[in-house]
């Protein structure tokens, strides 16, 4: 007897439900604890730095601040140097599934041989394995002028972000500098 053109039933239903209902949560989640985007670009918090030691004060705390943020703008100017880089985009496009998974949405701290792992180093570990792996795809040139492209966009918009109005939570306030 067949069953073409039939669609199949199983009693795993529920468990795929189950599944897709959970990863919808974890994205959700995880999105949430980027900063708004209002709140990166509200205009009225714009203005230039007094100094050098303000700009660079200003970028300490808006990186600590807006480190998920920048780290989804950085991704998204790689993303479209590769556009024309179909092997590169392939690569890239499974990063970021490693990106989803080890950094953006994680519900717990990440911990390897019973040692605690902190994001920083996350990030700059997916980072430099980000970085290498597209090196090896052959994009090399697109890849380094959209990565500087990338960083020079997040340090303008760090040292002209005022500081002031930004609401500090303890954990992001260990990562400040004394004033």
């Not at 709140?39 to 808006?62: Q, V, W, Y």
């Not at 717990?108 to 792992?117: A, C, D, K, T, V």
Request: proline content about 4%.
């Amino acid at each position: 007897m067949t069953n073409y053109g039939t669609i199949p039933t199983s009693s795993s239903g529920p468990v795929n439900v189950e599944y897709l209902s959970r990863a919808k949560q974890v994205i959700k989640e995880g999105l949430g604890t980027r900063r708004p985007w209002k709140e990166m670009f509200n205009f009225h918090s714009f203005n230039l730095p007094s100094g050098f030691s303000d700009a660079i004060s200003r970028i300490k705390t808006n990186f600590s601040y807006f480190q998920m943020n920048y780290a989804i703008v950085v991704l998204g100017i790689v993303f479209l140097s590769l556009l024309w880089h179909p092997i590169s985009l392939i690569v890239f496009v499974v990063l970021i599934a490693v990106w989803l998974f080890l950094y953006f949405l994680r519900d717990e701290p990440l911990m390897i041989f019973g040692r605690l792992i902190s994001d920083r180093v996350v990030l700059i570990v997916l980072s430099i394995v980000t970085i290498g792996l597209l090196l090896v795809t052959g994009a090399t040139s697109n890849i380094l002028i959209s990565l500087a492209v990338g960083v020079f966009v997040v340090l303008i918009h760090a040292s002209i972000r005022k500081t002031d109005d930004l609401c500090m939570d303890e954990e992001a306030a260990g990562f400040m500098p004394s004033s």
